[in-house]
C-alpha cells in the first residue's frame, strides 16, 4: 500500500514542471503534489506525465499586476513567488491547479465566477483571509453584474465572490455549482429562455412580442449592422458579404470611412449608454484595437460592454440603420445559403422559411471571456426587395445562430398572419389644408434621404413624428408613425405607415364609439382599402386623409408604447374574394343611419368654395355605373365633379338627395338622409346587426355582397 502511494505522488509531481526560479522551490512541488492527491480523489482530471502543466515565475509587467499573485490559462500557470498578503505561493498555485483541474474536467461549461469560486474554496486562501461583517448590497449588484456579462472578475468582484463562498460553501463534486450563490447571483429567471419583438420597419410599432423586452443585453455582433451604416463610403454588395459572415477584421478595415456623427444618431434612442455617449467628446481616429472593437459589439478594456440594449430599443437601432442605407444591407439575404455564413450550418429545414420570406439575416453571439455563449440575437428583416417587417430574436445561453431552430416556427405563423401585401399604407396629410398652415417636428432625431426624381424620405429614430397646424378647422397637433415622403416642390407629404396604426387612427375619426362585431368589420374594410387605395391619387400613389378616402388625423397624442389593435386576417381574406367577384377596387362606408338633414349654404360662400365668381345652377345626376355626380353650371361654362368631392368641399354630412335655390334668400338648400355616401358598409347598420347577434364576417357580406 505504502509503495503504491509513494508511486502515485510520483506520478503526480511528473505532472508538474516547474520552470525558471520555482525549480528551486521544493515546498512548491509538495504542495502541487499534495493539491493533485486529493483532486483525483474529488474526481477530477488532472496532469498527467504525458499532458503535464506547467508552471513559470510570473512576470509583474502588462496585464499581471502587482493585485495578481497567479494566473492560468489551459496547461500553464504563471505563480509570483512572493506575493504580497499572508497566502503563500502555495495557496496561489493550488487555486490555478483547480482551474486547470476544472478545465479538463468540465470542458469549460462551468460559468466564469463558478470555477473561480470552486478554486477559492479548495485553494484554502479563505482561511487566511478575515472576513467579517455583512456584504453590502452595492457589493453583490458589481459582483452580479461581472456575472452578467461574462467578464473577469476584478479586485472588488474578487473580494464579494470570496465573502460568498465564505458564508455558503463550496460543493466538493466536479462541476456542481453552489446553487444557493447561483440564485444570489443569477438574474430574474423571468428574464430568461427565447424572447422576440416583431415591429413595423415604416412605423417603428410594435406588432407582435413575447418574452423579456425590459432587461438590456449586450447585442454582439448586431451592433455591425449601425457601424455598417456609419460607414460614408463603403461598397454595398461587399459590405453584405462581410455582415453575412460577421468578418470583423474586413468591417474594421473600413473604419477610416466611419463617421462617428452618423453611429451616434443611430444609437441614440439607447439612452445612458456610454459608447454613444463618449462620441461627442472623443476623437475616433488614432484609437487602439480595443476601442474600435466596440464598435462592432465586442467588450471594452474593462471586461464590459459600453452599449446594451432592450429588445424595443435593439429594434429601433437596426431600423433606423437599415433606412438609412437600404442598398448596403441586401446581401444578408445570402446569411445561411452560401459558405461561411453565419447560419451557414443550421438545418436547411428551419433555414428554409428564410427563403421563403426573402429575408434578411444578422446573428449577434455574446460569450463570456472563456468563449461559452451568455446571450444570442437573431435580426430578422422581410422582404428583402423592399422591408416592411423587422425581428429580433433572442435566447440566452446560445448563440445567435441557434434562435432559428425556435424562430423559424414564429416566423412560419407570421409568414401568413403579417404578408407584405399588408404592410403599407400610403396616406397623404393635411390634403385639404396649405402646407403653410402646417409644419413637422421631430419627436426624436430624424434624419432626411434623397429618393431618385427628386423626392426626399425623412425617418426618426423613434419612428414618430409631431405636426403642428394653424389651419382652421385642423387638429392643431398630431402624432403620426412612420415615413415621411416629399415631393420635390415640399407642397404634398405622404406618410408611409402600416396598416394597423392607421386603421386605429381612422375609426378613431370616422366611428370612435363603435365596439364589437361591427369594429372589427369596419377595422377590415378600413386596412383593406387602405394597403390597395394608392389609385385614388394617382399622382402621389397614396390616400388622402379626408372624407374622398378615409379621414385620418394621426393621434391626439404621443401615444408611444401602446401596440395597435390587430385585424382579423380571415377578414381581410374575406374581402379580397368580395372585391375579385364584384371588381371592386374601394370599399366603400359610412356612418349611415335614416335621419334626414338640411343645410343652407349662401351664394357667396358657395361661390368662394368653388373659387368661381357666380354659380348659376346645381344639378345632381345619378350616371349608370350607380355614381353620383354633381353638375355645376358657371357663366361661361360648366364642370362635373364626384359627389363625394363635392360633399367633402361643402362639409355635407353625406352626398346630397335633393339641390334647391332659394334666390328670395340668395341661398343654396341642401338636404339628405345619414352620414356618408349611402354605399357599401352603414356603420349604424352595422351597430344594429351586431346587437342582433351577427359576426363581423356577416356584417362584411351583407355590406358588400
Known amino acids: ?39 483525483q480523489s474529488l474526481g477530477y482530471r488532472t496532469p498527467s506525465p504525458s499532458e503535464p502543466v506547467r508552471v513559470y515565475p ?10 495578481h499573485a497567479g494566473g492560468w490559462h489551459p496547461g500553464v500557470i504563471s505563480l509570483r513567488e512572493d506575493p504580497t498578503g499572508s497566502s503563500g505561493p502555495g495557496i496561489y498555485l493550488r487555486h490555478e491547479l483547480m482551474h486547470e483541474a476544472s478545465y479538463r474536467t468540465c470542458a469549460g461549461r462551468l460559468p466564469l465566477w463558478a470555477e473561480e469560486a470552486a478554486a477559492i474554496s479548495f485553494s484554502g486562501e479563505l482561511k487566511t483571509q478575515s472576513i467579517s461583517g455583512p456584504m453590502a448590497e452595492s457589493e453583490l449588484d458589481h459582483l452580479r453584474e461581472k456575472v452578467r456579462v461574462g467578464a473577469g472578475l476584478d479586485a472588488a468582484s474578487y473580494g464579494a465572490l470570496s465573502k460568498l463562498v465564505s458564508s455558503h460553501g463550496w460543493p466538493s463534486e466536479p462541476c456542481a455549482v453552489s446553487r444557493e450563490m447561483e440564485k444570489l447571483l443569477r438574474s430574474d429567471p423571468a428574464r430568461s429562455g427565447f424572447s422576440y419583438i416583431l415591429i413595423s420597419l415604416l412605423s417603428g410599432e410594435l406588432l407582435d412580442a413575447k418574452g423579456d423586452l425590459k432587461t438590456r443585453y449586450p447585442p454582439g455582433s448586431l451592433l455591425k449592422i449601425p457601424y455598417a451604416a456609419s460607414l460614408l463610403d463603403a461598397g454595398d454588395a461587399a459590405v ?37 455617449d463618449s462620441l461627442g467628446t472623443q476623437e475616433v481616429s488614432g484609437k487602439d484595437d480595443h476601442f474600435w472593437h466596440q464598435f462592432i459589439g465586442e467588450r471594452s ?34 446569411n445561411g445559403f452560401i459558405p461561411g455564413s453565419t447560419l451557414y450550418h443550421e438545418p436547411e429545414q428551419q433555414k428554409a422559411i428564410l427563403k421563403r420570406l426573402h429575408a434578411m439575416c444578422k446573428t449577434g453571439t455574446v460569450s463570456d471571456e472563456r468563449g461559452n455563449p451568455l446571450v444570442g440575437h437573431l435580426m430578422v428583416a422581410w422582404p428583402q426587395e423592399d422591408p416592411v417587417f ?47 398652415s402646417w409644419e413637422i417636428q421631430d419627436a426624436c432625431p430624424s434624419l432626411e434621404r434623397q429618393e431618385p426624381g427628386g423626392r426626399s424620405v425623412r425617418f426618426s429614430t423613434c419612428g414618430r413624428f409631431k405636426i403642428v397646424s394653424s389651419a382652421r378647422g385642423s387638429r392643431s397637433e398630431r402624432w403620426v408613425s412612420g415615413l415621411l415622403q416629399s415631393a420635390s416642390d415640399g407642397n404634398a407629404v405622404v406618410l408611409q405607415t402600416d396598416p394597423e396604426t392607421y386603421a386605429d387612427a381612422v375609426l378613431s375619426s370616422e366611428a ?56 382579423d386576417l380571415s377578414l381581410l381574406k374575406l374581402l379580397d374574394e368580395v372585391a ?24 357667396r360662400d358657395l361661390n368662394a368654395l368653388v373659387n368661381e365668381s357666380a354659380v348659376l345652377e346645381l344639378r345632381r345626376e345619378r350616371t349608370r355605373s350607380g355614381e353620383i355626380v354633381i353638375h355645376l353650371m358657371y357663366p361661361e361654362t360648366e364642370e362635373s365633379i364626384p359627389c363625394e368631392v363635392f360633399r367633402g368641399k361643402l362639409k355635407l354630412p353625406s352626398c346630397p338627395e335633393s339641390i334647391q335655390c332659394d334666390a328670395a334668400t340668395g341661398t343654396w338648400i341642401f338636404q339628405g338622409i345619414g352620414k356618408g355616401h349611402g354605399q357599401g358598409l352603414s356603420v349604424d347598420k352595422a351597430r344594429t346587426l351586431a346587437k342582433l347577434g351577427n359576426n363581423a364576417s356577416a356584417i362584411l357580406r351583407d355590406a358588400y355582397k
Open 1 to 39: 500500500m505504502g509503495f503504491f502511494r509513494k508511486a502515485m505522488l510520483l506520478e503526480a509531481g511528473a505532472a508538474i514542471l516547474f520552470f525558471g526560479s520555482l525549480i528551486a522551490r521544493p515546498e512548491l512541488a509538495r504542495d502541487g503534489d499534495s493539491a493533485l492527491s486529493e483532486l
Open 58 to 67: 510570473a512576470k509583474t509587467g502588462s496585464a499581471f499586476s502587482a493585485a
Open 240 to 276: 453584405g458579404e462581410e455582415l453575412c459572415a460577421s468578418d470583423t477584421i474586413k468591417l474594421l478595415n473600413r473604419k477610416r470611412s466611419f463617421s462617428p456623427e452618423q453611429f451616434r444618431f443611430l444609437t441614440a434612442i439607447v439612452k445612458d449608454a456610454p459608447l454613444v
Open 301 to 334: 478594456q474593462e471586461g464590459g460592454f459600453p452599449f446594451e440594449a432592450n429588445l424595443k430599443e435593439l429594434s429601433l437601432v437596426l431600423r433606423a440603420s437599415l433606412l438609412l442605407k437600404p442598398e448596403r444591407f441586401r446581401g444578408l439575404s445570402k
Open 390 to 436: 423587422l425581428a429580433i430574436f433572442r435566447g440566452n445561453g446560445g448563440n445567435g445562430a441557434s434562435n432559428i431552430r425556435l424562430a423559424s416556427d414564429v416566423l412560419h405563423a407570421w409568414s401568413s398572419r403579417y404578408a407584405p401585401a399588408y404592410g403599407r399604407v400610403r396616406v397623404r396629410l393635411l390634403t385639404l389644408t396649405p402646407r403653410t
Open 512 to 567: 370612435q364609439d363603435l365596439q364589437g362585431e361591427a369594429k372589427k368589420a369596419l377595422r377590415a374594410a378600413i386596412v383593406w382599402n387602405g394597403v390597395h387605395g394608392g389609385h385614388r391619387h394617382p399622382d402621389t400613389q397614396s390616400l388622402c386623409d379626408s372624407t374622398h378616402c378615409m379621414v385620418f388625423q394621426g393621434r391626439a397624442s404621443d401615444g408611444s408604447g401602446k401596440p395597435p389593435a390587430k385585424t
Open 580 to 603: 375579385a367577384q364584384k371588381k371592386l377596387d374601394w370599399l366603400a362606408f359610412s356612418e349611415g343611419g335614416v335621419q334626414g338633414w338640411e343645410k343652407q349654404i349662401p351664394f
